[in-house]
């Protein structure tokens, strides 16, 4: 057993604090990472607060991990000790359904293991987030990240990036296209570093007017403030595309009057309840609402050779693990720039 210093929440309404944990020695196909930098997601704050009902404790949050593999066991083919390492938001799968097989592993039939808020396979042992010192897991759940990139503002990339990524790609955004994003926080920031990589026209959607010149800075050709009613009834019928990565349920309605003809909106952001959708919303202009989850390993790891091939990585706030709970505090606020990420440095000072 490895013994590892670690930061968790005891319960839902607990801060995070000081813990200690132990991961397992690197079994044959295990890689042990010593973590540097970990950024924070707002599922890290839904989760540790248990606003989607189905949290464990202690939870040591955390699934934008990046550091040094220290140890590897003795199948492992694709990294060795001394590369830079990444672990996103999965750990394991069943590795044989249909979806794991085509490397979806993320839509696992039997479910994926997340990397924290959730029992190994087949154990009672809670896994464990990012919020610590090293991680322990298999080769198959773990990327490989080029020494090019700054590392600290790739951490988000592990989970902001591919949840962006993925559904771009899938949707194949690209050239011509007039994309929208909506909501400018850690997703949101990362889909208009992607959705202009891609190519497309890219719009930001936000409910905050003063993020208008950052969006600009970050890609967005043109900014629309959603709660102006009168340029969201002009912008109605243009968009191809809307990525609406909004934290909580709300009323999705006035952003499906966004797409024209044969237009997708998907959602990342709500996995709670949304308002009523008004089908007449679908109807008119043949338009589709869907949703995403992450993305698999190989599209992970094609993501983080495109942000090296294209130079993008994360815009990054630098906070130490001991300033955690007032991070969470600003991102209820949507005072993030854009992603938060902690320097593991820090937990050396924890008791
Ligand atoms: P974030 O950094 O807090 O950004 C969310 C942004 O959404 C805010 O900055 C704000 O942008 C906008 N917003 C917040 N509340 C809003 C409201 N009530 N109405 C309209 N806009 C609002 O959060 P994040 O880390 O990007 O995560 C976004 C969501 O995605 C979270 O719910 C997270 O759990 C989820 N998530 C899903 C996946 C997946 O696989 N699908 C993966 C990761 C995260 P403006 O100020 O620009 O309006
Ligand atoms: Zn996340
Ligand atoms: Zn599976």
Redesign the pocket.
């Known amino acids: 057993m490895i013994h590892v210093k670690a930061y968790a929440a005891q319960s839902a309404a607990s801060p995070i604090a000081p813990f200690g944990l132990d991961r397992r020695d690197p079994g044959p196909h295990d890689v042990q990472i010593e973590i540097l930098y970990c950024g924070v997601?707002?599922?890290d704050l839904?989760q540790a607060r248990n606003d989607w009902g189905r949290s464990i404790y202690p939870m040591v949050p955390g699934h934008e991990i990046v550091g040094r593999v220290k140890a590897t066991g003795a199948q492992v083919k694709n990294l060795k000790v001394g590369d830079l390492a990444g672990v996103g938001?999965m750990v394991d799968s069943c590795r044989h359904c249909a979806p794991c097989l085509a490397g979806l592993e993320?839509y696992c039939l039997e479910g994926p293991t997340w990397t924290y808020n959730a029992h190994e396979r087949g154990s009672e042992q809670i896994t464990f987030g990012g919020y610590s010192e090293a991680i322990v897991a298999d080769e198959r759940f773990v990327v490989k990240i080029p020494a090019t990139l700054d590392l600290k503002a790739v951490a988000p990339l592990l989970?902001?990036g591919i949840?962006t990524y993925s559904p771009l790609r899938h949707w194949k955004v690209g050239p011509g296209q007039k994309v929208g994003v909506?909501?400018?926080?850690?997703?949101?920031h990362m889909g208009v570093k992607f959705a202009k990589a891609f190519g497309a026209h890219v719009v930001?959607i936000?409910?905050?007017p003063e993020?208008g010149k950052d969006a600009i800075r970050l890609g967005a050709d043109e900014v629309l403030v959603?709660k102006d009613l009168d340029a969201m009834a002009k912008a109605a019928g243009s968009f191809d595309f809307l990525l609406n990565?909004?934290?909580?349920g709300?009323d999705v309605n006035p952003y499906l009057q966004l797409l024209k003809l044969d237009g997708a909106m998907v959602l990342?952001?709500?996995?709670t309840p949304v308002d009523p959708v008004v089908g007449g919303n679908l109807i008119h202009g043949r338009r589709s609402l869907a949703?995403?989850?992450?993305g698999g390993m190989p599209e992970t790891q094609e993501m983080i050779d495109f942000c090296a091939e294209h130079g993008i990585v994360s815009d990054v706030e630098m906070i130490r693990i001991q300033d955690i709970n007032k991070a969470y505090e600003r991102?209820l606020k949507?005072d993030?720039r854009?992603?938060f990420v902690i320097d593991m440095a820090s937990l050396k000072d924890a008791g």
């Open positions: 997601c707002h599922s839904h938001c993320q989970c902001a949840t909506i909501g400018l926080g850690g997703l949101g930001m936000t409910t905050s993020k959603s990565t909004i934290p909580v709300h990342v952001g709500a996995l949703g995403s989850g992450i991102l949507n993030v854009y992603r």
